[in-house]
Structure formats: C-alpha cells, structure tokens
C-alpha cells in the first residue's frame, strides 16, 4: 500500500499536463493527501514488529544482467519519513493556494519534488536510490529558477550545482559497493563483509555525497541562499525534505554498508556538526533578512542531526531520525509564515522594515504562528524540537561529553537569533525607522489594510502547529518505531 504514495504523486504530476488550469490546484491536493493518508493508515495499521526490518514491499526485475530490481522497502525510519513527506507536502499546496502565475507547471514541478523523495525513503535498490535522488533536483530547480524571488537564478543554479556535486560522490561510492559487494540490494549489500581498507576511504565519499545536501558545514551555502531565492513552496519542501534525503541517505547507506569506515570517521562527522551548529547560529544572528535567518537556522537544526549520527548509538541517531521529522515540520512552519503570510503583503522581508510595521496587531493569526514556531525551533518543553534535541544531546553525552557542552552554547544562539527574528518581525516599536524602513513603501499598521490570512493558510499552520506539539508531548509515538529499526542496523553491531 505504501507504495502508492509515489504512484498516485506521479500520477496527479502527469494529470497536471493534461488537465485545465481551473484543476490544478484541486489536484495537487487530493494526490497530497491521498499521499498523507497513506502513511498514516500504513503508520496506524502496521505493527511495531513489523517495521524492526527494512523490509520488502515490492520486488521486480528491472535491469537483470546489472542486478537491477525495482525493490522497495519499509522500516520505522522510512516510514518516519514517508510521514513527514506526507504532512509537508499537503502544506506546500495549502500554503501555495492563490499561485496564478502558471499554475499547471508550479505543481507539476512540486509533485515531481514530493514523489522523488517519497521514492527515496522507500528504496532499497541503491541504484533505484539514486535515480530518485537525483530526479528530485531538476524539478528543484525550475521551481526556485521560474517561481522564486530574491537572486533566483543564483539560488537556483547554486543549489542545482552542490546537488550534483554531491551526486557525483555518491555515484562513485555506490560503484564501489556494487564492483565489491556484487550487488545493488542494500539489505544484501548490508550483510556483505567490505574490508576495513577499504570502508576507511569509501564511507567518506559516500556520506560526504550525501551530506552535501544535508547542508554539512563547510557544504552549505546552498541551503540560506537557496531558501531565500525559493517561492514558500520550494522552500518549505527544500528545508522539510529535501535536506533530510541527505541524512536519510547518509544512514540508510553509507552508515549500514561501511560500518568500520563509519567507525573510524565518526568523531569528524561530530566535530563537523558541532561546528556547523554554533557556526550558523552566529551567522543567523547577524542576517537583516527574514528568511536568511531560518536557512541558517535550518543549517543549525540540521548539525543535531550529524551529531545523532555522529554519537554512534542507539539512542543518539533515534534522536537524529526524530530531528529530521521535528526540523521537517517546524521548518515549514517558520518558512510558511516568513514567505507567505508576512512577504506576500508586506512585499519585504528587512527585519529593520518590518520592525516599524507593528504586525503583531495587523496580523495577530500570524504573530501567533511564529510565536509558536519559534518556540518549537528553540527547543521548548512540550513541542517536538525539544524532544528530538534532548535525545540527541543525551546520546551524544555518552560518547563526546564536550560536544553536548558546545551544542549548548550554540542552542543559545539559537534562541537569540530566533527572538530576536521574533520581535523585529512583529512585536518591533512603532516609529523606530532606519534607513531600510524608510525606504519600504509599506508602512501600514492596520490589520484591515492587509489581506486577511487565508482559510488554507489557516489549515496548514494549524496541522504544522498541532504535529509539532503533538510529538512534544508524546514522542514515544514515534520513537517506538524508530529506536528498534535503528537498533538493527549493522553499524550499532
């Protein structure tokens, strides 16, 4: 069943060419939430024990003389994944309700994005794995190069150029398995003995691939820059799963096939997510635009991440994988209202601007959104990034005490960025001008001279706030299937 999430986004992607533009967004919809629905019938129906393994779902010769299969699969982490996919694509659409401007391509080229990374999570065919991971880059591309905003020609090409970059370590890693391992199944692949000389070098190339567009420090520039050039859309998929295909990869292939190698570099991968934590949350303090501020911030969020993996046990990349699904929608949450509810009325996103702007009163539904937002992006107790980041930190505690102490200074830069975007944004003082504000025409403080937030808007805020509060408080929901899937993977063994 579980596979029909990838069918029926290909499906409403080519229903999009044929169909009138009156369809299209009407469309987008019901195969995003046909997509959801899935998972969540899949997340309900299907025991614990039974997402312990990865395994599989559908398996069909593809290419017989290369050991070609179209094999699919599912654990607890994929179907995380899957879920997460699901909840942000639906708000991609909701979020993206009013787009006129060719209506039938912006999302086609969306649900080209969703089904490629549906494609990822489910793979178990390395090559299989790679296809999708690379057809998720084309479609990146046109929708940040025809629909973005700021320097969207650069932000498109610049990220089209790291992802290839990446692909490029990636295929040669992927080479190597399938010349030595004598196969492109990864759960054969999983159980084949690689020789320690050779783990030592090709696990590198292999996670370093991936982590390119995971955003790892120093390979991330792509990520602020291309979130500010991207439409919301773009970069509420770019921050909420396309960052994550990276990690996801990251573990489900180059942690599993190369666990000697990932031994051996494990504590690089610590100090480099370490680094990437307190490095983008200073330079998140110092942005002036709004969604520069939450690229970084996502970098940031996304070190946690390396650093789970980096902790090499159980409880640590459990709390990577819950990262990824918290990140995944609290960062589309931030975006939504950075892109959406603020740009689309106030035409700016200068924090300096929008201080003088007073929008805490004009638009109270989404100083409210943020506020929340914020909160879970800072770690609260009760919403899902606290509960992500405290099992990381506690994993981490175990291998690398002082990694924890460093991530604890940058978890205060953290809040500092995140308030400080938090008050110029829309608790700011009325007639406190710079030379930015005074160059914005708009200047408006009263609510009735804005657009009112939309019904959409309104769904998909409420559904990212409730998901990301619903995992705060009860995060065993989730890591009830993610800790046993993890805990067989070989490189814990």
């Not at 999009?16 to 969540?40: K, N």
């Not at 050991?67 to 639906?90: E, F, K, Q, W």
């Not at 051996?264 to 680094?275: F, G, Q, R, T």
């Amino acid at each position: 069943m579980i596979a029909w999430t990838f069918y029926l986004t290909f499906g409403g992607a080519v229903l999009l060419l044929l169909l009138p533009r009156a369809f299209a967004r009407w469309i987008a919809l019901l195969t995003t939430i046909a997509g959801l629905v899935l998972g969540v019938i899949v997340f309900v129906r299907t025991p614990i024990a039974d997402l312990t393994h990865f395994t599989t779902i559908v398996r069909v010769p593809w290419v017989p003389p290369l050991g070609m299969n179209y094999h699919l699969a599912l654990d607890g982490v994929s179907l995380t994944m899957v879920l997460v996919t699901g909840i942000s694509a639906v708000n991609t659409v909701l979020f993206s309700w009013d787009v006129e401007h060719r209506q039938n391509e912006f999302f086609f080229w969306l649900l080209l994005v969703v089904g490629g990374c549906y494609g990822v999570f489910l793979s178990a065919d390395l090559f299989l794995l790679f296809v999708f991971y690379e057809l998720v880059i084309v479609p990146k591309y046109f929708l940040i190069a025809i629909f973005g905003s700021t320097n969207k020609e650069y932000g498109a090409m610049k990220l089209t150029l790291y992802s290839f970059f990446g692909g490029m370590f990636v295929f040669v890693g992927i080479l190597i398995a399938y010349v030595t391992g004598g196969s492109l199944d990864l759960n054969q692949l999983s159980q084949f003995e690689f020789s320690p000389q050779l783990q030592s070098w090709a696990f590198p190339v292999l996670f370093l691939g991936f982590a390119v567009l995971a955003g790892i420090w120093p390979l991330h520039t792509w990520a602020p820059t291309g979130h500010a050039a991207a439409p919301t859309a773009g970069s509420m998929l770019l921050a909420g799963i396309v960052m994550k295909l990276g990690s996801y990869a990251g573990l489900r292939v180059a942690m599993n096939l190369f666990p000697q190698g990932f031994q051996m570099w494990s504590k690089w991968i610590a100090v480099l997510a370490v680094i990437g934590i307190v490095y983008a949350a200073a330079v998140a303090l110092r942005q002036r635009d709004l969604k520069f501020v939450i690229g970084y911030s996502s970098v940031s969020h996304m070190g946690f991440v390396l650093l789970g993996f980096g902790t090499a046990n159980a409880l640590g990349v459990s709390g990577a994988v819950l990262q990824m699904f918290s990140h995944g929608v609290i960062a589309a949450l931030l975006f939504a209202v950075a892109g959406r509810m603020i740009y689309r009325r106030t035409h700016t996103r200068e924090l300096d601007a929008l201080s003088g702007m007073n929008l805490g009163r004009a638009m109270p539904f989404a100083a409210f959104t943020f506020v929340v937002a914020a909160a879970a992006s800072m770690g609260i107790p009760g919403f899902s990034g606290f509960a992500a980041e405290i099992t990381i930190l506690i994993g981490a505690w175990k291998t690398f005490p002082i990694a924890v102490w460093i991530a604890g200074a940058g978890m205060v830069l953290v809040a500092a960025f995140t308030l400080r975007a938090l008050k110029q944004s829309f608790f700011g003082e009325k007639g406190v001008q710079d030379e930015v504000t005074k160059a914005t025409t708009v200047t408006t403080l009263g609510r009735e001279e804005f657009n009112p937030i939309t019904i959409p808007e309104k769904i998909g805020a409420c559904m990212l706030m409730l998901t990301t509060l619903a995992v705060g408080i009860y995060p065993k929901l989730l890591l009830d299937r993610i800790t046993p899937a993890v805990e067989t993977m070989r490189f814990l063994k």
